[in-house]
């Protein structure tokens, strides 16, 4: 039964990353005749601007540019913000429970959890290893990257598990930062960094990687670590080698609450989708990014990456308004942008619709381009003019000491 104490929401949004944050935002600006009750959950308390996450590590952003709080950004919207972490969802009696407080009832229910990196696929990852998704993962790594760089050690010695774009991006900032005192590992099982990513991208991220003096493993697999050891297996023979820092980048699971649904799911575990990105035989569901394996109208495989999220949160805001306003839905287009990589300070490399950049001015495209992208109008100016300021009081700094 649910308690009367239970808050009512007739859009209910669970999760706040480009998913979740950016339908709300969207769904604020839809001309209701009579606007719903709109609340979005999230256990954080602030939106993380994640392809901008690895700017933490060598200090060129602060944490408040790229992770602004749920308040602020919808301060001038009817978006109600709630922190909690979601614990169970009664699908029967239309309920999300949280670890505190009352429940929520829905209407309409948008499932935007993301995902989480697993690290339960060898001995030791789970105590020993460091992620890179969110604020707090990047927290820790500051706190680890300082007791060493504190320590009495010669070498800082970090191995990054994973040459995916998060794993060559974490390798290059990490190589800056410590310089000729750090000691960078790149380890991966498949035979090339990036095998997913442009020809282009994936030569100048090499070429970035042996600039800084980078070590890749390749055809390489971790089979157990430690504390201050990792062993790695290439073919038939295993090294086991000293580590002060292991950073976990290796694939997504799925949220605990997703997984433990009753809903129709694919092989991955991920939520299985219509082209309106509503569940399979649930159609006041909504899902999207990481909780849903999703297909665009042409059938084909929508990505789980930050910008095919924002897409997609257009398309389940108008979706959202149109059931409620008796229009017809749209299938989600997906269009692929390229594909952009940060190579450290000043450098980073783009490749797509038709253009490909390697160096400082692709490293100005980014920073623009991420701008843009920031989730309000408000935000961006702030950060904007921070960025244009920067210099100017850097060198003032400079001038005064």
């Known amino acids: 039964m649910i308690r009367e104490s239970a808050v009512r929401s007739q859009i209910c949004i669970l999760g706040g990353g480009f998913g979740g944050l950016y339908t709300a935002l969207r769904l604020a600006q839809f001309p209701w005749s009579s606007p719903p009750e709109i609340t979005l959950v999230d256990h ?14 060598t200090g060129e952003l602060e944490a408040w540019e790229i992770a ?76 680890a990257l300082q007791r060493c760089e504190h320590s009495d050690r010669d070498r800082i010695r970090v191995v990054v598990v994973g040459a995916g774009p998060s794993g060559v991006e974490l390798a290059c900032k990490l190589a800056e930062r410590l310089g000729s005192r750090g000691r ?45 050891r990792i062993s790695l297996q290439y073919k038939d023979r295993v090294d086991e080698l000293p580590v002060d820092i292991v950073l976990w980048t290796v694939g997504t699971a799925v949220s605990p609450v997703i997984a433990a649904l ?14 309106t990105l509503q569940v399979v035989d649930h159609p006041d569901i909504f899902a999207l990014g990481d909780a849903a394996d999703a297909v665009d109208e042409q059938g084909q495989p929508i990505p789980h990456t930050a910008q095919a999220a924002f897409q997609q949160a257009d398309y389940v805001a108008w979706n959202l308004w149109a059931s409620l306003s008796d229009r017809p839905l749209l299938p989600c287009r997906y269009s692929h942008l390229g594909e952009m990589l940060t190579l450290g300070r000043d450098r980073a490399a783009l490749a797509g619709l038709g253009l490909t950049l390697d160096g400082p001015l692709a490293y100005l495209a980014r920073r623009l381009a991420y701008l843009y992208r920031m989730p309000t109008l408000e935000h961006q100016l702030k950060v904007g003019l921070n960025w244009i300021a920067k210099p100017f009081l850097d060198l003032l700094t400079t001038i005064a000491s």
Do not use: C, M
Not at 198 to 222: C, H, M, Q, S, Y
């Open 184 to 228: 960078i590992r790149l380890v991966d099982r498949n035979p090339e960094i990036l095998k997913s990513s442009p020809e282009f991208n994936r030569k100048a991220a090499l070429r970035a990687l042996e600039d800084r003096g980078v070590w890749i493993d390749l055809e390489t697999t971790p089979v157990a670590l430690t504390r201050d």
């Open 68 to 143: 602004p709080p749920f308040v602020e950004l919808l301060r001038d919207t009817p978006v109600v913000f709630h922190q909690g972490a979601v614990t169970t969802i009664d699908l029967q009696e239309k309920t999300v429970h949280l670890g505190k407080g009352d429940p929520f009832t829905y209407e309409k229910l948008v499932l935007a959890l993301g995902g989480e990196t697993p690290k339960s696929t060898i001995p030791g990852v789970a105590a020993d290893a460091l992620t890179f998704r969110t604020l707090s993962d990047a927290y820790r790594l500051e706190e």
């Open 44 to 57: 954080s308390d602030r939106f993380v601007f994640t392809p901008l996450l690895y700017e933490l590590i």
């Open 262 to 275: 009753d809903l129709p799911k694919t092989a991955s575990g991920r939520l299985q989708v219509t082209p």
